[in-house]
DNA sequence: GTCTATACTAGGATAGAC
DNA sequence: GTCTATCCTAGTATAGAC
């Protein structure tokens, strides 16, 4: 297992991430992985046995990430500080792994044909969490009485939009690319809408 | 133009709208098509010429529906009624053409490579005319100081988000498929935080 | 351990039979 | 106007040369 044979795979890994963010799976080609990183096609099947094999790399690199954003749900005792948390994590991972989200939205937007159970079961569980927190802060009172799990969703998708429909928000922005500045204006606003929408107070002793 | 050709071509058009929301443009394949309704491959050719002309008019169907959702913005004068019958509509959509939606929402993923350029004007006409409408609301105080664009961008988000990512949300909601009442909380708890969130009074007259 | 040549299949599209 | 037979390209994968 040489060193050579890690970079490789790792320089395989990033141009298939892009390939199959821009294309999606059935779109991408082996061909245009090898085109972009100037190699030749076969040396691809050489590193990975097939291109179902290479798309679960990519897909399940991602899912780290999404485990580690719901952190803030067991982290705080406080709504106030875990949802302003869990927004700006959410938010920090479409601004940085961009082309792993799009990969990850798009096997969902079918129906999860390549997600293999284990990897499902992890994301159930961490809802259960999450939305059981949530439900433990209604019932303290903390916040308003909002149904959890249709939350979750609402945050999901308002942070997830900023990589997987990127193409949208920048002709919008009327920008070619999404400045550091555009990703804070959307965490702020975000952030506001949603605890006050829920009715938490910012003040964490009350 | 017989009535047998324009049924015919609205069976196919159907049933590709189906294929396309599942496998998307790549991995549809015109043969899936052709078995689904019981015909023969070369008689989807007879009637649409490609592939991509298919999937054009399949795209195209759901811009209507899409361009009617920003009416309330037109309609009201009112933020509170405006937000409230906007995430109404687009809710119903998401649970009317699910299957359009996702194929509009895969397109939107790739960086709409087959979107015709009058389509993306009039999209960014609507969004200029609603994102016009709530500064003037700000301007009012109806409103509090919420940046239009990204309020946009969540209200896509958050309701699109029960049709395009579907699988994900029958999975925590634990349902085979989305029931009616599901549809209403979505709408209930989106319009709650939405209108809290933005500071936005239920009373019309103030 | 890496690249070339090539096998094999799938799938878009068409020509022409009926 | 409808279906069959077929062409042809493209794309996955492999066997084997170097």
Known sequence: MS???????????????EEFAKQGYAGT??????AKIELPKANIYYYFKSKEILYRHVLESFIQPLLMATQPFDQYDHPAAALTDFIKLKIEISKNH??????FANE?????????????EKLIQQTCLASA???????????????????????W??????ADFSWQIKLHLKSDEMQAQDFEVAT???????????????????
């Not at 060193?3 to 991430?17: H, P, T």
């Not at 080609?29 to 090898?34: Q, V």
């Not at 969902?108 to 499902?120: F, K, M, R, S």
Request: glycine fraction near 4%; hydrophobic fraction near 45%; proline fraction near 6%.
């Open 3 to 17: 060193r050579i044979r890690n970079k490789k795979q790792a320089l395989i890994l990033s141009a298939a991430c």
């Open 29 to 34: 080609k082996i061909a245009d992985i090898a």
């Open 98 to 103: 961009p082309n792993a989200s799009k990969v």
């Open 108 to 120: 969902i937007l079918h129906g999860a044909p390549h997600l293999p159970p284990d990897i499902i």
């Open 133 to 155: 927190k949530l439900q433990q802060w209604i019932d303290k009172e903390l916040m308003d009485d909002i149904d959890p799990l249709h939350l979750l969703f609402m945050l």
């Open 157 to 162: 998708a308002s942070t997830q939009t900023y």
């Open 188 to 206: 702020d606003t975000l952030i506001k809408i949603v605890l006050k929408g829920c009715g938490i107070s910012t003040q964490m002793a009350e």
